[in-house]
């Protein structure tokens, strides 16, 4: 297996220790991150490992697929936290190497453990010390677990996600999870960016419910301007008119015409030009406003041919659009290709997506492929000696 602090030091975080206090999906995503922009990262993990890896089927190469795309580049050590022995040793390996530790245990579980922000940063004031957790440090919710559906629900978004008269709606992938454990990298570089300056550490605070709150700023604000709740609205969008997808005669197709030009180009290409000076549809707030009589008439069109000759249509006449894609043509789009955004691990059959991000033209390559449970775990209780 590649070791996970190859290739050097051209990797943005080279030479930054993290200790991931971490399952599931947050703070495993925010460590795995901090990875692949080059830390050298160690996932502590009970006997039994991190719950995510038997959330499957499918399992892939001895772990669920879900872990697996968490858990590059680390190394992973069994430590046993009701173990005084085994506490004194992470917290040796903490003040002697560390830089980072991230958490995401249950509320209040690290400081019952002496291994907390407080009691850690107190043997070492320059250490960063990022808390993950579901509904914020303070406030009457500050001890309840949560996950990334319940934070859809309390969060409000499922509140207005999928369709009007139908049930809540989760959104298919982990965004607050997901999004929650980006705020916990945004969160720790900037504290590693104060600390080479002041040489002091910081304790960083994300949550789950922080996450989804901001998320909800744009509906929040249109809620707050007009008092109004914002509407199901299934693939559209509110105050946006058209926006949306339509099903053509054989899949679905995304047209955003979000401007009265490209409304204009789009009622050309759909034959209806006349469309663009109809009272109802002259300008964004008319649509809005009128919009169910608009996609009406729209649909009624989009059926009439294929999503590959509207989309040739609409391409050419400059209005955006885009196919619904299923994850098998996402993955395998030339435009997926051209970026790079599907990487091979090192010695493995994984292959997984990578980091949405490029630096000086060059996306961050995996070190290494997700850990067996327990494969560096004599690494940290039996250290070798330190180098002069």
Known sequence: MGTPDAPGGSAPLSGIVVVELGASVAAPYAAQTLGDLGAEVWKIEKAEGDDARRWGPPFWEGASALFQ??????????????????????????????????????????????????????????????????FGATGPLKDRPGYDPLMQAFGGIMSFTGEEDRPPVRVGPSIIDMGTGLWGVVGIVTALLRRATTGEGAVIDVSLFETATALMALPAAQFMASG?????????????????????????????????????????????????????????????????????????????????????????????????????????????????????????????????????????????????????????????????
């Open 69 to 134: 795309g968490l858990n590059r580049n680390k190394r992973s050590v069994v430590c046993d936290l009701r173990d005084p022995e085994h506490v004194a040793a992470l917290t040796r390996f903490v003040v002697e190497r560390a830089d980072v530790v991230l958490q995401n245990l249950r509320p209040g579980q690290v400081d019952a453990l002496g291994l907390g922000a407080q009691a850690l940063r107190s043997l070492k004031p320059s250490l960063v010390y990022c808390n993950v957790g579901a």
């Open 228 to 388: 109004e709740l914002p509407r199901k609205q299934g693939s559209g969008s509110p105050g946006i008119v058209p926006y949306r997808a339509y099903r053509t005669a054989d899949g679905d197709l995304v047209v955003a015409a979000g401007s009265d030009g490209l409304f204009r180009r789009l009622a050309g290409v759909l034959g209806h030009p006349e469309w663009a000076d109809d009272p109802r549809f002259v300008s964004n707030p008319a649509r809005v406003e009128h919009q169910h009589a608009l996609y009406a008439l729209i649909e009624a069109e989009m059926r009439g041919r294929s999503t590959e000759e509207w989309s040739a249509l609409l391409d050419d006449a400059g209005v955006p659009c885009a196919p619904v894609q299923n994850v098998q043509q996402m993955l395998g789009h030339p435009q997926t290709r051209a970026l790079g955004m599907v990487q091979a691990l090192p010695d493995s059959r994984l292959t997984l997506v990578g980091l949405p991000l490029s630096i000086d033209g060059v996306r961050p390559r995996p070190r290494s492929a997700p850990p067996a449970l327990g494969e560096h775990t004599d690494a940290l209780f039996d250290p070798p000696p330190a180098q002069d």
